[in-house]
């Protein structure tokens, strides 16, 4: 007993000398700032929010290369369906002209990186089914919001996205989605929002 | 003699922890020394005076290095905490018991005996600042979406319109097509949208209109997603705000 507390005491009058010392006050400041580095980055990585959104978004579409001055024909129904669930994202685009769906394509994928301060998903895509028509209006304006530099979209193309929600509504029944970089925007019902009003 | 909290007693060769009332039999060794620091209070004893050990006015024995500083230390831990700095050990040189507690108000840049070097405190600055790049690179400030062209448009029936034009690449195309939005709505006498957001697409064939109005119990929106083949040419014309439900 007498031997145990002998060398406590040693090994506390060592801590105390070694904490005095430059040595001891250098490690103190430096395994403070692992402490605070290591929290910040472990606070960053798993402290993340919930992800889960549900973004259903329709438009009146013009989108014939015929002038829009002479255009005479009826707009096309644009709808997107836009949903991350977690790390699985997937994007529902559909094109109907005289109530009947003429073109669609379904996009699905990871998020591969989320910026919380701008509220910015990373997207990795690949398409998974997609429907055409002889002259499809659908292709060409995908091709332009999903900034995607080929003529045509084949089937399990994989390409990144990046899509920002700029803004929601107090109520949570209304956001804005941007596309990066195709500047495009989509005002859009959220999950939250009731289908009735 | 007081030492600390504790009273040496020089003829019973005890030291006495008066705030815990225990008392400790100091041998041969341990009185020598501790006897030779009281007589010489304030003062370093040197090593070689404190490893000769005198009894009865001869040298008995000679105490080795290791035994010498273990007294040391075994006295310094017997004092109590507030105290036990008042024996300093100054390797290869000698011990000093010191006639009070010392205060000691080091600042950290007086010479000789200061703190830490600059090297020092250039490391620990350079790490601090490391930490703050990082932590400045992790926090991303919210990205607001700024508009290329802000607007208000009065209605020939007062009704204030929002127009906001995103581009980003061509303000001029932003600017042109923000004039001529503006000039048509104001000749238009019922506007359906207190907010007309337009965004110009990257590949400058496209245009995102939004429209929203707010002011109603039920807040309603509506995306117009339009083709344009040139963007450097006004394609908005009354007709078209009417087509699109703009106007009327």
């Known amino acids: ?197 | 003699m007081q030492i600390g909290c504790c009273w040496f007693d020089n003829e019973r060769r005890l030291l006495v922890d008066q705030t815990k009332s225990t008392q400790w039999q100091l041998n041969d060794n341990e009185f020598w020394v501790l006897a030779q620091l009281v007589q010489h209070r304030g003062q370093v004893v040197p090593l070689s005076m404190l490893e000769a050990v005198v009894i009865s006015g001869e040298i008995a024995h000679q105490l080795n290095h290791t035994e010498l500083v273990n007294i040391i230390y075994h006295i310094s831990d017997y004092l109590c905490n507030s105290h036990n700095d008042l024996i300093e050990y100054i390797p290869e040189q000698g011990v000093i018991l010191y006639p009070m507690t010392q205060v000691k108000h080091p600042r950290i840049f007086d010479l000789p005996n200061r703190l830490l070097s600059l090297g020092q405190y250039g490391v620990i600055i350079g790490a601090l600042l490391a930490l703050l790049f990082f932590l400045w690179s992790h926090i991303t400030p919210p990205l607001l979406a700024k508009a290329d062209v802000l607007r208000q448009v009065i209605t020939p029936t007062g009704k204030v319109i929002q127009l906001s034009i995103f581009d980003g690449k061509h303000p001029q195309d932003a600017l042109l097509h923000a004039e001529c939005l503006s000039t048509q709505l104001r000749l238009c006498h019922d506007v359906r949208w207190d907010s007309i957001s337009a965004a110009i697409s990257t590949d400058r064939h496209y245009v995102s209109f939004m429209l929203s109005q707010s002011n109603e119990p039920m807040w309603r929106f509506k995306n117009v997603k339009v083709r344009v083949d040139n963007m450097h040419l006004p394609f908005i014309t009354e007709q078209w705000l009417h087509k699109v439900h703009i106007c009327g």
Not at chain 1, 37 to 56: C, D, M, Q, Y
Not at chain 1, 169 to 174: G, I, L
């Open chain 1, 1 to 197: 007993m007498v031997k145990l507390s002998l060398r406590m005491r040693r090994w506390r009058r060592k801590t105390r000398r070694f904490v005095q010392s430059k040595r001891g006050k250098l490690t103190l400041i430096f395994s403070l700032l692992l402490l605070v580095f290591g929290g910040a980055s472990a606070l960053e990585k798993w402290v993340t929010p919930h992800h889960l959104w549900r973004f259903t978004c329709y438009a009146d579409g013009y989108l014939s290369n015929a002038d829009p001055l002479k255009q005479d024909a009826m707009p096309s129904d644009l709808m997107l369906l836009f949903e991350i669930e977690h790390q699985q994202a997937s994007l529902h685009y559909q094109l109907a002209t005289d109530a009947a769906i003429a073109e669609f394509a379904v996009l699905q994928g990871e998020v591969v990186n989320v910026d919380l301060g701008s509220l910015t998903y990373q997207l990795a895509l690949q398409i998974k089914v997609r429907q055409w028509q002889g002259d499809s209006l659908l292709q060409p304006y995908l091709l332009n919001e999903l900034s995607l530099t080929k003529d045509r979209l084949q089937l399990f193309d994989a390409f990144p996205l990046k899509v920002q929600i700029l803004d929601i509504d107090n109520n949570h029944s209304r956001a804005t989605v941007k596309f990066i970089p195709s500047n495009s925007l989509w005002s859009c019902q959220t999950m939250s929002a009731d289908p009735h009003q």
